[in-house]
Nanobody, 115 residues
Framework: QVQLVESGGGLVQAGGSLRLSCVAS????????IGWYRQAPGKQREMVAL???????HYADSAKGRFTISRGNAENTMYLQMNNLKPEDTGVYYC?????????WGQGTQVTVSS
């Protein structure tokens, strides 16, 4: 059974930083595409950062230059480093991966950026 668990969210002032972590069981991040998505209140879930096939990285325009997605040294960890946070970054952040033709999501971690 695959399970993804995020941590690291919280309340931070604008301009601050947070590092989100995601730990998986039952699947390896080291060999599958991984990503972080965000859902703001009243909005659809959107991609924030992604490491796709061939280790290509993709960022939402709003995240470029401020966020960095990475795999951890362990095969089942991934991170999202978020710097210079803005109030519009507020939302629930979900880690994501895919394998065996299915998609897997964590339960989400809340990030709130105050102005």
């Amino acid at each position: 059974q695959v399970q993804l668990v995020e941590s690291g969210g919280g309340l931070v002032q604008a301009g601050g930083s947070l590092r989100l972590s995601c730990v998986a069981s039952g699947i390896k991040f080291s060999i599958n595409p991984i990503g972080w998505y965000r859902q703001a209140p009243g909005k659809q879930r959107e991609m924030v950062a992604l490491i796709g096939s061939g280790d290509s990285t993709h960022y939402a325009d709003s995240a470029k230059g401020r966020f960095t997605i990475s795999r951890g040294n362990a095969e089942n960890t991934m991170y999202l480093q978020m710097n210079n946070l803005k109030p519009e970054d507020t939302g629930v952040y979900y880690c994501w991966t895919t394998g065996w033709g299915r998609q897997y999501w964590g339960q989400g971690t809340q990030v709130t950026v105050s102005s």
